[in-house]
């Protein structure tokens, strides 16, 4: 799975297309514009982009939920190598075809590893069990502020992606999703970046940077005060910055250098030597 934060270059190096399209086993490649309001223009920038880099595209767009129940186009995956969602409005995606047969057969075939899933923009937020929508940008939150969060399509679990992160001042939004439920992960990606999870290692690749934000430490917050006009307060929060070539293991919620996993193996070879 890999997921991009946004405004990915598309007529230069084009290095996140380029890992997209080296990451497909198969050169052909679904692109879904349903979260965009302009999805034949969008469309049709993406397909330039990858037919430069030899991967073959086809469009998939619901313009209505009914489109995706009358017709499921379940043959637009069969031989897929992959499924791009580009970006927009998160909720539209999920409107339109979330419990859909076609979105439960993308759940099989990406459970099987046939289909690698990537989306930029919206397109990363919604591949989350649980999306932001919306929130306060730029400034700090209040502890009544609205923090609108909605089901994403599931493939990812116990985690939230927020992308343009500081491009938009989003840090203060993706802390305070984190404090309302410590359990959850939080991931903010800058623009023309990326993470591509592998099992249970994501790694991070592009121009900017990937902000981990992990509450299970948290040992106080003041989000249940009644003050609504409280800036939030948390304590004990861990943030991990990482850049290209940086890992986070997310079981052990580790970050890891590169080339460190292999140092560790060869501590403990000679260890056991």
């Known amino acids: 799975m890999i997921a991009v934060g946004g405004h990915e270059d598309k007529t230069g190096d084009k290095p996140i297309l380029t890992t997209i399209a080296e990451s497909l086993r198969v050169k052909r490649l679904v692109v879904t514009t349903l979260a965009s309001s302009e999805a ?10 990858f037919d430069d880099l030899g991967v073959s595209t086809v469009h998939l767009n619901i313009d209505q939920r009914m489109d995706a129940l009358d017709d ?9 190598g992959g499924l791009f969602f580009t970006g927009g409005d998160q909720v539209a995606i999920t409107a339109k075809m979330g419990g859909t047969v076609l979105c439960e057969r993308m759940h099989q075939l990406y459970a099987q ?13 919604v591949l989350t069990e ?3 929508v919306s929130g306060d940008d730029e400034k700090s939150h209040r ?3 609205a923090l609108l969060m909605a089901p994403g399509l599931g493939f990812l679990p116990g985690i939230v992606i927020d992308q343009h992160f500081a491009e938009r001042g989003r840090i203060a939004r993706l802390l305070g999703i984190v404090a309302q439920n410590p359990r959850t992960l939080g991931i903010g990606i800058d623009e023309n970046t ?3 999870v592998r099992g249970d290692q994501l790694e991070v690749f592009g121009a900017g940077a990937v902000y981990v934000i992990d509450g299970r430490p948290i040992t106080h917050n003041n989000l249940s005060e009644r ?10 929060v861990r943030l991990h910055l990482l ?23 060869e501590r403990a070879a000679a260890k056991r030597g």
């Open 227 to 236: 003050d609504a006009e409280r800036t939030m307060s948390v304590f004990d």
């Open 143 to 145: 502890t009544a502020s």
């Open 194 to 196: 990326a993470i591509v």
């Open 130 to 132: 649980t999306m932001v």
């Open 243 to 265: 850049s290209a070539g940086d890992c986070f293991h997310l079981t052990e919620r580790r970050p890891e250098a590169p080339g460190s996993e292999a140092r560790s193996r």
């Open 72 to 80: 499921p186009r379940l043959e637009l995956l069969e031989g897929a």
């Open 40 to 49: 034949e223009e969008s469309w049709r920038d993406y397909q330039r982009a």
């Open 113 to 125: 590893g046939k289909l690698l899933i990537a989306g930029t923009s919206a397109g990363a937020s």
